[in-house]
């Protein structure tokens, strides 16, 4: 069961509001479908906001140590919207997973996680990018979950953490975290869920044509 919202879970955006800022953050060795799974919820679902006439919920950008070209695992290029000297304050933050060895000795990203954790409303991650976000403090206790050839190492590095395996996400309220199942695209499709509502969910699951059941076990 996802543990109690510490705060108000903001309702669907209206007309004079801002859309919700989503970061997602892109390193050297990023695992592309894990960028690319929840990148693609959110800018669907403001497409499908948009259809139906309302205001765009969801503005979704990546940012990276550099301006550069960041090159993910399996060799694509990405091209970052941002890096870390830009004045970026996500609403949600989304720390994808890879090959996060680089990344974690990497001061400047840890640090950099750290601050849009403080100014977002969501901290998610995706598969290994659950390592990032204990090793940036985010996560110091309680349940989460990682790739499943992960969870043995991840519950070694960080005895604090509950680590569970058999589930898709892991809901802690303010902090959320999946395994590699559907590269993160049934939990940013929870996201979507609890910050512009269910329907809005659905008909992007459907838009996706991805079979999503709002519930955090995997079977």
């Known amino acids: 069961m996802p543990f109690p919202t510490p705060f108000p879970t903001p309702s669907p955006t209206p007309s004079h509001h801002r859309p919700l800022l989503v970061a997602v953050l892109c390193f050297p060795d990023v695992e592309a479908l894990d ?21 765009e919920p969801f503005t979704v950008v990546t940012v990276a140590p550099g301006r550069g070209p960041v090159q993910a695992r399996a060799g694509l290029t990405v091209l970052p919207d941002h890096d870390f000297g830009d004045p970026i304050r996500p609403d949600v933050l989304v720390v994808p997973g890879g090959v996060v060895d680089a990344a974690l000795a990497d001061d400047r990203t840890l640090a950099w996680i750290a601050s849009a954790d403080r100014t977002a409303v969501i901290t998610a991650s995706v598969c290994t990018g659950a390592f990032l976000l204990a090793a940036a403090g985010v996560l110091t206790g309680g349940p989460v979950t ?26 802690q309220g303010r902090v959320v975290t999946s395994g590699g199942i559907s590269a993160g695209i049934d939990m940013s499709l929870h996201l979507v869920d609890q910050l512009a509502g269910r329907e809005l969910a659905e008909r992007t699951a459907r838009q996706l044509e991805f079979d999503w059941r709002e519930a955090p076990s995997a079977g």
């Open 35 to 55: 960028l690319a799974g929840p990148v693609e919820v959110f800018t669907t679902a403001s497409r499908m906001a948009q259809r139906a006439g309302a205001p």
């Open 146 to 171: 990682t790739h499943w050839e992960d969870q043995d190492d991840l519950a070694a590095r960080y005895p604090g953490l509950e680590v569970r395996s058999g589930v898709r996400w892991v809901d």
